[in-house]
């Protein structure tokens, strides 16, 4: 059986920061919605300030964070018709993105497998998801019926599309839809579920469901049974993103923070709070230098992949012979696995596509390869274009 995302990822501190530390600088960017803000923080937790100073732009209750594949900055505001566009660098307003549709209410943001842009939306009556390009036009409404306050969402391996929606935060549902937006089923109803937020899918096909009523996180099997509670004891749990290290970093609504929780569910503590944080909804974790190619193998057992940006096909190189229990594993901007497969034995050079499975959906952007063994981990930044 496959491990698990979370199991996958987490790793020894020491192990993981001697690496990452020499190769890349990282930062986490979280959503002060109470104060239209996006807030700073390195990999420690520290305030390093306002990203997106209060009201940039017009912003209001900012909801979601985008990073965009030109290096710019998408973000929600729930009181917003239109998506906003950052400089990537220094948070400085550009100018609205999303043109075409007066959007109601937007909530979370995704890079669908077709490179489009879905949205979600909470208005009373205007509440499908709807899709953009990557240039912000408009394309369509995607979801054959509204999902009412609509907010996480995923796809799977077969390209269906899984939404969480909160509804009047006492009957959320997840549900499920078709790759081409047709209405399937309720794949998770309210017996268990009351107000639904953020969501992702684990590599073995569980689910993981944030839900802001109870103070929770719930596990589901792919069929969408209950497994049982995976958090307890928060308090409006909403947005999910991944350290380095493979714990995972949750808001709060209700304690005005974001916890750091480890891969086997227990709350190791506050990552951040104070500094004015209000209402934190979204966590990003993104590289803000780009690092280059022998940057990467600055470690004996460094990863190569070669070349490191374009459409493919790539090798994957390491400097010395890994042990049988070496996997690949491919992480997307979200810290979502979309790939995983085994190290061939005795191999040093590997060729490499995206997807290795050919009806398995895949979009342009930046993504991290993990390769462990039980004796080390290695890690390299792959750019994926058309």
């Known amino acids: 059986m496959k491990r698990s995302l979370i199991s996958l990822l987490f790793l020894s501190v020491t192990t993981l920061w001697r690496t990452a530390d020499a190769q890349t600088t990282m930062e986490v960017l979280v959503n002060s919605r109470g104060t239209n803000a996006v807030f700073r923080y390195d990999l420690g937790g520290n305030y390093l300030g306002e990203f997106i100073a209060a009201g940039a732009g017009g912003l209001i209750g900012p909801e979601d964070i985008l990073f965009h594949p030109d290096g710019t900055v998408l973000v929600t505001g729930f009181g917003n018709a239109a998506i906003k566009r950052y400089n990537g660098s220094t948070g400085a307003f550009i100018g609205d993105f999303s043109s075409g549709y007066a959007l109601a ?3 979370k943001m995704s890079i669908g497998p077709d490179d489009l842009i879905y949205v979600t939306q909470w ?44 509804g009047n935060g006492a009957n959320g549902t ?4 078709a790759a081409d937006g047709t209405f399937l089923d309720i794949f ?20 993981l469901v944030q839900d ?11 069929n969408g049974v209950h497994v049982g509670a995976f958090i307890s004891g928060l308090t409006n749990p909403e947005g999910i993103a991944f350290l380095p290290t493979g714990e995972m970093l949750m808001g709060d609504w209700g304690v005005d923070a974001v916890h750091i929780i480890d891969f086997m569910g227990n709350n190791l503590g506050y990552f951040c709070s104070c500094n004015g944080l209000t209402d934190p909804n979204c966590v990003r974790v993104r590289e803000v230098a780009a690092i280059g190619l022998e940057e990467v193998s600055a470690e004996p057992a460094g990863l190569r992949i070669v070349p490191n940006t374009g459409p493919g096909p790539f090798e994957l190189r390491v400097t010395r012979e890994l042990d049988p229990s070496a996997m690949v594993t491919v992480i997307d901007a979200t810290g ?51």
Do not use: C
């Open 105 to 107: 209410t937007p909530s």
């Open 123 to 166: 208005g009373t009556t205007q509440n499908k998801v709807v899709r953009f390009g990557l240039d912000g036009v408009f394309v369509d409404e995607f979801t054959s019926i509204g999902t009412p306050n609509g907010l996480g969402h995923f796809w799977d391996d077969q390209g269906r599309f899984y939404i969480s929606v909160y």
């Open 174 to 177: 997840v549900q499920r839809f």
């Open 188 to 207: 998770i109803d309210s017996s268990i579920l009351q107000g639904p937020t953020g969501l992702l899918q684990l590599t073995n096909g569980d689910v």
């Open 212 to 222: 802001w009523t109870t103070g929770t996180v719930q596990r589901f099997d792919e």
């Open 336 to 386: 979502r696995v979309v790939d995983e497969f085994p190290w061939p034995a005795g191999a040093r050079a590997v060729p490499f596509r995206m997807p290795t499975k050919p009806k398995k959906p895949v979009t342009s952007g930046r993504y991290v390869v993990v390769v462990r063994s039980q004796q080390m981990l290695m890690r390299a930044t792959l750019t994926i274009t058309e």
